[in-house]
């Protein structure tokens, strides 16, 4: 089991960047499949990325391809978003998740652990 931990949500204005930190403990993230994803009020929680435990396979959702960068740092135990070009849509609780294996679906339900998450709030 993993527990998670985000950190770096906070209020932007429309164009402006944030940095997002997911810390794991509990176990090593070095064989671990980890992801973003994120919830906006009254919308379902989407994928927004996902990263191999190698770190040489990612998957973007299309509305961040450009904007957003998921890296890891498994000597860390730390995966990071780092998001610029922020918009309003961007608006949302990002949260952090992890689950065994390779493959980087976009399926919350292939996720099996998950933080609290943390608010990001970009204003226009």
């Known amino acids: 089991q993993v527990q998670l931990v985000e950190s770096g949500g906070g209020w932007v204005q429309a164009g402006g960047s944030l940095r997002l930190s997911c810390a794991a403990s509990g176990r090593t993230i070095s064989t671990v499949t980890m992801a973003w994803f994120r919830q906006a009020p009254g919308k379902e929680r989407e994928f927004v990325v996902g990263i191999s435990w190698s770190g040489t396979r990612t998957n973007y959702a299309d509305s961040v391809k450009g904007r957003f960068t998921i890296s890891r740092d498994n000597a860390k135990n730390t995966v990071y978003l780092q998001m610029s070009s922020l918009k309003p849509e961007d608006t949302a609780v990002y949260y952090c998740?992890?689950?065994?294996?390779?493959?980087?679906?976009?399926?919350?339900?292939?996720?099996?652990?998950w933080g609290q998450g943390t608010q990001v709030t970009v204003s226009s």
């Open positions: 998740a992890a689950r065994l294996g390779t493959a980087v679906p976009v399926s919350n339900n292939e996720y099996i652990n």
